[in-house]
């Protein structure tokens, strides 16, 4: 399994609000609509947050959001990433609500759950 994290900050001129709205009512049904989207994305959650000036992200950035992609494999997340949906559509879409200059991507491998959830919490797909 493979989880990519992606932070990301609100296109200049976007109200908190007015990012929040579209990347939940309308980027995250993009992203479900992808055809056969089960075999490329195990989950995909958004974190839709408050910038927080007294502990900003280690790079000094206050960010609007973050989100996890979880992937069956490397090979899952790189095929999905060349979709010509993927290019078209979601990518076009991230610039209407995203600072893409400010986006900031770390992908995980293999992760240590240490306190594991119950099995009746873990959403298969959230967005």
């Known amino acids: 399994m493979v989880i990519n994290l992606g932070f990301y900050k609100r296109k200049p001129g976007l109200s908190r609000e007015q990012f929040s709205r579209h990347w939940e009512s309308i980027h ?30 280690p790079d000094g950035q206050l960010y609007d959001g973050f989100s ?16 010509p949906f993927f290019l078209q559509k979601v ?3 991230e610039r ?15 992760p240590k759950v240490m306190i594991p959830a119950p099995a009746e919490t873990k959403p298969a797909f959230v967005a």
């Open 96 to 110: 209407n609500f995203l600072d893409m200059e400010a986006t900031r991507w770390l992908v995980i491998d293999e």
């Open 28 to 57: 995250g049904p993009l992203i479900r609509s992808i055809p056969n989207i089960d075999q490329y994305l195990i989950r995909y959650v958004q974190h839709h947050l408050t910038p927080d000036i007294v502990f900003p992200m």
């Open 68 to 83: 996890e992609a979880w992937f069956p494999s490397i090979a899952a997340r790189t095929e999905l990433f060349g979709l």
């Open 91 to 93: 990518i076009e879409d």
